[in-house]
């Protein structure tokens, strides 16, 4: 939300002593009545002059009780939309003086009605005063004011967040991303880069709400603010919202690695179990190892001790034992499940070797072959071939391929 100060200072410009009057407190000669005098700003038709500089008069005296008759002999004798701008604008400054938000609103309005003032100009008077409001909790109140902004401004995006703002307030999540969403995309068509402030938000926003919009945000927001926050909740809510099977967590686990995001015990419990669960068991092996070398998990604790207790009675395959299965293997899935257990070991060479093998085989999978293909290509630093592998990936590990080529667009 826009600072006060800055709006009440917009609103004040707005509802400044207009020119006339200040001639005439002055004891000059009204600007309307000096031949080829240059106009600053609407002038007062003839007839109403005497009555707005009457109504001024009582403004400016701050006579509560004078002020009704004087504002209604004004308004009888305008004519003019200029008259009934002005009349406007000093409504505006007594509604400002007494912190009368009602009057404020209603001077807006009719400010607008007269159609002196620039839509943007007038929009963003509606979003001043729609700012007010929100202070004072009036949030149906100054969600009509934003909307009128927004009306008239359609690419206004401080508007945008201020009516996001409002929609949450009223408790109203599913309208208020939306809005933030369309703020990004605003910034983003105009070649400005979103502040993060408003990735953050939108993506509490809908998360808190558990929206779908929450995946897409996340991942927008990893786009544009790589970090380990970002990494962690992009891929973490893709996660939650999408519960993706084994092959798809794995890959995901795979990624939050390669991230450097792999940083907890339940994500590492995940990562070795899906690897266990396909019978990587040096895979598995190797995550708990380096986890628990970086000191990033404790081997007390109960998900760990679990993991590694399960693995103790499994066989983990050497570089000689994959060199004799290579040569046994008949099928697609023998040579990927083969360059699965050499990616396990870091072996990334050798495992882009066999998913290439594969490519010809007997029952090839090529959303499978290229999925694990461009993760090789991408550790191994092969950054086109890695593009060009996951471009390829459709179906259900789309998606993770969609986030593994992030990460290779963000790779040095």
């Given at each position: 939300?826009?600072?006060?100060a ?10 400044a002593?207009?020119a006339f009057?200040q001639?005439e407190?002055?004891g000059?000669?009204?600007a309307?009545?000096k031949p080829?005098?240059?106009a600053k ?10 009555s707005?500089?009457a109504?001024q008069?009582?403004?400016?005296a701050k006579d509560?009780a004078a ?10 004798a ?5 008259d009934?701008y002005?009349?406007a604008?000093?409504?505006l400054?007594k509604?400002?003086?007494d ?5 404020m609103?209603a001077a807006?309005?009719?400010i607008?009605?007269t159609?002196?003032?620039?839509s943007a100009?007038v929009?963003d ?6 700012a007010e ?7 149906d109140l100054a969600?009509?004011?934003f909307?009128?902004?927004?009306a008239l401004?359609?690419g206004?995006?401080e ?7 409002t929609r ?5 999540k ?14 983003l068509?105009a070649?400005?880069?979103?502040r993060e402030?408003v990735y953050r938000?939108a993506?509490a926003?809908a998360?808190?709400a558990?929206?779908?919009a ?7 927001w990893?786009?544009?603010?790589p970090?380990t926050?970002?990494?962690?909740n ?16 794995l ?7 390669a ?9 590492i419990s ?5 690897a266990f669960?396909q019978?990587?068991?040096s895979?598995?092996q ?7 070398a ?11 001790k679990?993991?590694?207790d399960a693995?103790?009675?499994k066989?983990?395959?050497t570089?000689?034992?994959?060199e004799?299965a290579v ?7 023998a040579?990927?499940r083969?360059g699965?257990?050499y ?9 882009i070797?066999?998913?290439r093998?594969a490519?010809?085989?007997a029952g ?12 090789a290509?991408?550790?191994s630093?092969d950054?086109a071939?890695?593009l060009?592998a996951f471009?390829k ?8 391929a969609?986030?593994?080529?992030i990460y ?5």
């Amino acid at each position: 939300m826009k600072p006060t100060a800055a709006l009440l200072a917009l609103l004040l410009s707005a509802a400044a002593t207009p020119a006339f009057a200040q001639n005439e407190a002055a004891g000059a000669q009204p600007a309307a009545a000096k031949p080829g005098a240059e106009a600053k700003g609407p002038l007062p038709s003839k007839g109403a002059q005497k009555s707005l500089i009457a109504l001024q008069k009582v403004i400016q005296a701050k006579d509560a009780a004078a002020y009704p008759a004087a504002l209604a002999a004004a308004q009888a004798a305008a004519t003019t939309n200029e008259d009934r701008y002005l009349i406007a604008q000093m409504q505006l400054s007594k509604g400002l003086a007494d912190k009368d938000n009602a009057a404020m609103a209603a001077a807006v309005d009719a400010i607008a009605t007269t159609g002196v003032l620039d839509s943007a100009t007038v929009a963003d008077l509606f979003i001043g005063i729609g700012a007010e409001q929100y202070k004072a909790k009036q949030f149906d109140l100054a969600a009509a004011s934003f909307e009128r902004g927004l009306a008239l401004a359609p690419g206004n995006t401080e508007a945008m967040a201020n009516l996001a703002e409002t929609r949450f307030a009223q408790g109203r999540k599913e309208q208020a991303v939306p809005l933030l969403q369309k703020l990004i995309a605003t910034d983003l068509a105009a070649g400005r880069k979103p502040r993060e402030a408003v990735y953050r938000r939108a993506f509490a926003i809908a998360h808190s709400a558990r929206l779908p919009a929450s995946a897409d945000i996340s991942r927008q927001w990893l786009v544009s603010y790589p970090s380990t926050t970002s990494w962690r909740n992009a891929l973490a809510t893709y996660q939650n919202l999408n519960k993706p099977g084994t092959e798809q967590l794995l890959n995901l686990m795979r990624l939050m690695r390669a991230a450097g995001v792999l940083d907890n015990a339940i994500d590492i419990s995940l990562y070795a179990t899906a690897a266990f669960d396909q019978g990587n068991y040096s895979e598995a092996q190797t995550v708990v190892d380096e986890a628990l070398a970086k000191q990033t998990v404790s081997a007390n604790d109960r998900l760990v001790k679990e993991v590694v207790d399960a693995l103790k009675a499994k066989p983990k395959a050497t570089a000689a034992d994959l060199e004799t299965a290579v040569k046994d293997a008949k099928t697609a899935a023998a040579f990927v499940r083969i360059g699965d257990r050499y990616f396990g070991l870091g072996n990334y060479a050798k495992a882009i070797e066999l998913y290439r093998a594969a490519e010809g085989k007997a029952g090839a999978d090529a959303n499978l072959i290229n999925m694990h293909l461009g993760m090789a290509l991408a550790r191994s630093g092969d950054k086109a071939g890695a593009l060009e592998a996951f471009k390829k990936v459709t179906g259900p590990s789309a998606p993770v391929a969609q986030f593994w080529t992030i990460y290779v667009n963000q790779a040095a």
